[in-house]
C-alpha cells in the first residue's frame, strides 16, 4: 500500500523512469537503426523529464527576475532546467553524429539493418 | 610557483583551442599543432605534478565567478596531474607510432579532421581527469565518446564505420546510464560538485534514509561507466573497434579512452560515494565476479582469435577484468594496484599495437597468424619491441605487468574471503595470457623462407625510436615501481 501511495505521488518521475527504460531497450534491442536512433531520444528525452519535474515548484514561476522580486519563494530551482539545455545539446550531437552513421552505412549497404550488415561483412571476409 | 595552479585550467583550453584552430588548418599544419599541444600540456602537467608533490595537498581552482555550491570547479592532486602527464606521453607515442600509417590510411584531405578528433580527445580526458563537477564530468564523457568514433571511423571502410556504429550505441547506454544515476544523484543530494555530494552522501547513509535509491544509484553509475571501459560482458563492441581502426586509434583507444573512464569511476566511489560507503554496498562483489569473469574470458577468447590485432584487443578485455577485480577487492591496496594497472596496462598495449603493426606491414598486411611467421626476423625492431611487450603482459619480473601482477596478488592476500578466487584466477588468467602470448611470440621467430621483403629501422627512424621509448618505459614502470606505487598511495590519500 505504501508503495502504492509513493508512486501515485511521484508519478511524473515513474512516468520518466518507464520511459527510459523503453528507450533504452529500443536502443539496445532493435535491429533497425532509425528505431535505435529514436530509443535513444526517447531515453534522453526521459531523463530531461525527471530533471524538469524535480526543478518545478508548485506554484513558482519560471527563475527570470523581474520587478526586482528576488525571493526564492517566487522562482522555480533554475539549476534542472540549465541541465536540461546543457543536456539536450549533448544529446543533439550525438544523434547527428549517429544519423550521419546511419546515411554513410545506408549508402554502402543499402539497409538500416545492422545485423544484416555484419553478416554481409562476415561473409565479404574483409 | 602560485602560476602553477592555473596550469591544469590551462591545459584542458590549450587541447580545446587547438582542435578548433585545426580546423582552418591543412594536414601537416593539423599534424604539428598537435605535436606541439600534446607536449606543452605535458610540460605543464609535470610542473603540476611536481608542484603538487612538493606541497602534497590538494588544490581547488575555481571556475567562473561563483563560489562553492553553485559555481564549477577543477580539483587537482599529486594523482590527477601525474595521469594527465601519463595520458600525454602515451598519446604522443601512439601517434608518432603509428604516423606512417596515419599518411598511408586516412585521406590527404580529411588528416587535419583526424588531429581534430585527437585534440578533442585529449581535453576531454584533461577534463575527466580534473573536474570536481559531476555533470560537467558527463559532458566531457560524451565528448571522449564522439571524439573516440571519429577515431575509429576515420578510415572509411565498411568495416570500421560499422565498428564505429557498434562503439557508439554501447556507448551511448552507457552514458545514458550515468546520466540518470547522477540526476538521481543530484535529486537525493541538491549539490553537483563532487566534495558537496559526498557530504550529503555521508548525511544519508548515516541516517539510513535512501538507501535503496543510494544503492539504485550507485549501480547505475557504475554499470554505466563498466559498459563504456568495456568490462567483461560488455566487451562485445571492442574487438571490431581496436582491430579495424588505424593503429594510432587503437593504441589510443584501449589505452586512454577507456582509462579515462576507470579513472572517472575512482574519482566517482572516493570523491562522490565515498571510499567507505562504496565498500559497504554490494556493488562491489559484482565487480569483483564480472573482473574475475573478464579475466577468465577475455583470455579464452584472445586464444581462440586468428587475427593478431584483434587477439591483442581481447587481451584488452582480460586486463580491464583485472583492474575490475581490484576495485571489486574493496581495499585500498587493492584501488593502489589497479591504478598501477592502469598505468600498466596502457604502457604495454599501446607498446603490442604499434609494434604488431610493424609485424603485419612485413606480411603484407596480412593479420593472420600464419602470414606472420617469421615477421620478426624481417622487422627486427618491431619484433624485439612485441615480445618485450608479451613479455610484461605474461607477467615476467623486469617488465610492468609482473609488478601489476605482485600487486593484485599481496592486496588479495590481504582479503579475507576474496583472497583463493583472486589468487587462483590470477593464476589461470597468467597461464592463458601465456598461452596466447608465447604462441605469437614463437610464431614471429619461427625461421622461414618468405617472399616479403625486410624492414630495417634505418628506414623508418621514428617508428623504431617510438618502440624504444615504449619500451624504456615499460622497464621503468617495472623497475621503479615502489617510488610508483608510493605516489600513488600518496595520491588517493589526498584524494577523498
Not at chain 2, 583550453?13 to 591543412?26: D, H, P
Not at chain 2, 553537483?192 to 553509475?221: C, D, F, H, K, W
Not at chain 2, 565487480?287 to 583470455?299: N, R, T
Request: hydrophobic share 50%.
Amino acid at each position: 500500500m505504501e508503495i502504492g501511495t509513493h508512486l501515485l505521488a511521484n508519478y511524473a518521475e515513474v512516468v520518466a523512469v518507464a520511459l527510459f527504460g523503453i528507450g533504452f531497450t529500443n536502443l539496445l534491442l532493435q535491429k533497425n537503426m532509425i528505431k535505435k536512433i529514436i530509443g535513444l531520444n526517447i531515453m534522453d528525452t526521459a531523463v530531461y523529464l525527471f530533471l524538469a519535474e524535480k526543478g518545478y515548484i508548485e506554484g513558482h514561476i519560471a527563475p527570470i527576475v523581474m520587478n526586482g522580486n528576488v525571493s526564492p519563494d517566487t522562482y522555480i530551482n533554475p539549476v534542472p532546467s540549465g541541465l536540461v539545455l546543457t543536456g539536450i545539446v549533448v544529446s543533439v550531437s550525438v544523434t547527428a553524429l549517429m544519423l550521419s552513421l546511419t546515411i554513410r552505412l545506408y549508402r554502402r549497404y543499402h539497409t538500416l539493418d545492422l545485423d544484416e550488415i555484419t553478416m554481409r561483412l562476415k561473409k565479404e571476409g574483409l | 610557483m602560485e602560476i602553477i595552479r592555473n596550469f591544469p585550467c590551462l591545459s584542458i583550453l590549450l587541447a580545446m583551442f587547438s582542435a578548433i584552430i585545426s580546423s582552418a588548418l591543412k594536414g601537416a599544419g593539423a599534424r604539428r599543432l598537435n605535436t606541439f599541444v600534446v607536449t606543452a600540456v605535458g610540460v605543464l602537467s609535470a610542473c603540476t605534478l611536481y608542484f603538487t608533490h612538493v606541497t602534497g595537498k590538494s588544490y581547488v581552482y575555481v571556475m567562473g565567478h561563483f563560489p562553492a555550491p553553485l559555481g564549477n570547479e577543477i580539483r587537482f592532486g599529486t594523482l590527477e596531474a601525474g595521469m594527465a602527464l601519463f595520458f600525454c606521453v602515451i598519446m604522443l607515442f601512439s601517434l608518432n607510432g603509428g604516423r606512417e600509417k596515419i599518411r598511408l590510411e586516412i585521406d590527404p584531405g580529411k588528416e587535419n579532421l583526424y588531429y581534430i578528433m585527437v585534440d578533442l580527445l585529449l581535453s576531454s580526458l584533461l577534463a575527466l581527469v580534473y573536474t570536481n563537477d559531476l555533470f560537467t564530468a558527463y559532458v566531457f564523457v560524451e565528448i571522449n565518446t564522439i571524439a573516440a568514433c571519429g577515431l575509429i571511423m576515420i578510415m572509411e571502410s565498411g568495416r570500421a564505420i560499422e565498428a564505429a556504429t557498434r562503439y557508439m550505441i554501447m556507448s551511448l547506454l552507457g552514458s545514458g546510464l550515468f546520466l540518470i544515476g547522477l540526476c538521481m544523484l543530484y535529486d537525493m543530494t541538491g549539490h553537483l560538485l563532487m566534495s558537496n555530494v559526498q557530504e550529503s552522501v555521508r548525511q544519508i547513509a548515516a541516517e539510513g534514509s535512501y538507501m535503496i535509491p543510494l544503492l539504485v544509484t550507485i549501480a547505475l553509475m557504475v554499470v554505466g561507466l563498466a559498459i563504456k571501459s568495456a568490462l567483461f560482458p560488455f566487451h562485445a563492441w571492442l574487438p571490431d573497434a581496436y582491430g579495424y581502426s588505424t593503429v594510432s586509434s587503437a593504441a589510443m583507444l584501449s589505452s586512454l579512452v577507456s582509462k579515462g573512464y576507470i579513472f572517472l569511476l575512482i574519482k566517482i566511489i572516493y570523491r562522490v560515494i565515498g571510499f567507505d560507503i562504496f565498500v559497504q554496498s554490494r556493488i562491489i562483489n559484482v565487480l569483483f565476479v564480472f573482473g574475475l569473469a573478464g579475466m577468465i574470458m577475455g583470455s579464452t577468447s584472445a586464444i581462440r582469435e586468428n587475427d593478431i590485432r584483434r587477439m591483442i584487443s581481447y587481451s584488452s578485455v582480460a586486463q580491464i577484468g583485472y583492474i575490475y577485480m581490484g576495485f571489486g577487492l574493496g581495499t585500498t591496496a587493492g584501488m593502489v594496484a589497479s591504478v598501477f594497472h592502469i598505468l600498466a596496462h596502457a604502457a604495454t598495449k599501446s607498446l603490442l599495437f604499434v609494434s604488431g603493426v610493424g609485424l603485419t606491414d612485413v606480411a603484407d598486411d596480412n593479420k593472420q597468424f600464419i602470414e606472420l611467421t617469421g615477421a620478426a626476423y624481417r622487422n627486427v625492431c618491431a619484433g624485439l619491441a612485441f615480445t618485450v611487450g608479451a613479455l610484461s603482459m605474461v607477467g615476467i619480473p623486469l617488465f610492468s605487468g609482473f609488478i601489476s601482477k605482485l600487486l593484485f596478488s599481496q592486496a588479495a592476500v590481504q582479503s579475507n574471503l576474496k583472497m583463493l578466487p583472486a589468487l587462483i584466477v590470477l593464476a589461470i588468467s597468467t597461464v592463458l595470457n601465456t598461452i596466447y602470448f608465447m604462441k605469437t611470440v614463437i610464431r614471429i621467430y619461427t625461421p622461414i623462407k618468405s617472399g616479403y621483403p625486410s624492414v630495417f629501422a634505418k628506414d623508418h627512424p621514428l617508428y623504431a625510436l617510438t618502440l624504444l621509448c615504449f619500451v624504456a618505459l615499460n622497464i621503468v614502470l617495472g623497475m621503479c615501481s615502489q617510488p610508483i606505487a608510493d605516489w600513488i598511495t600518496q595520491g588517493l590519500s589526498v584524494f577523498a
